[in-house]
């Protein structure tokens, strides 16, 4: 019995790249989406809403977008709402997301979750700020303003196992 030859052909280079995700992150639109909100939004790969949405259409607008999570805030009723958890645990490429409205509620240890970036809004206040290695942030309100504060949003840029947050003010 001869044995038979095996040709085997070079298939190129492995592509050992990681894609970069962009995640929108808006909070506390109160019923409203600005243009210049949705604009900044524009070419996320996913889009997580940290609450007080106030109305499905907003919703609808986000998705026309990208995936889009969002989670219940306090203002949040009807029963277009009814469909909303309290809290989300998402996965998006190697990092996991916990989001809740408001961060006083916060209700896991998201070290000991293997939470690496928790999503919050409610205070309308901007925040990005790492704690025990996990990145907490809140985009701040990118709807109706709020005494002084700004009118802002939030992107998470995933690659790989590292994530980084910043936080956009929009003009009114």
């Known amino acids: ?3 038979a030859a095996i040709n085997v052909e070079p298939v190129g ?3 050992t790249t990681i894609r970069e995700l ?3 992150l808006i909070s506390d639109t109160h019923n409203l989406l600005r243009p210049a909100a949705l604009a900044y939004l524009q070419g996320c790969d996913h889009i997580v809403h940290a609450g007080d949405i106030m109305g499905a259409e ?3 607008q986000l998705v026309k977008i990208a995936p889009t999570t969002a989670v219940c ?3 949040d009723l009807g029963s277009w709402a009814q469909a909303l958890a309290e809290t989300e645990l998402i996965r998006l490429g190697e990092i996991h997301l916990y989001v809740l409205h408001d961060l006083a509620q916060l ?7 293997g939470v690496q970036v928790v999503v919050s809004g409610h205070t309308h206040r901007p925040l990005a700020e790492e704690r025990q290695g996990v990145l907490f942030v809140n985009p701040g309100s990118a709807g109706p303003r709020r005494f002084t ?3 802002s949003l939030g992107e998470l840029r995933i690659r790989g196992t590292e994530v980084q947050a910043s936080i956009q003010q929009i003009n009114a």
Do not use: C, H, S, Y
């Open 107 to 113: 209700d896991i240890d998201p070290v000991g979750a």
């Open 58 to 60: 907003i919703l609808e």
């Open 13 to 15: 280079e492995e592509d």
């Open 22 to 24: 962009r995640i929108g």
């Open 1 to 3: 019995m001869k044995g």
């Open 73 to 75: 805030g306090n203002n």
């Open 149 to 151: 504060l700004p009118i």
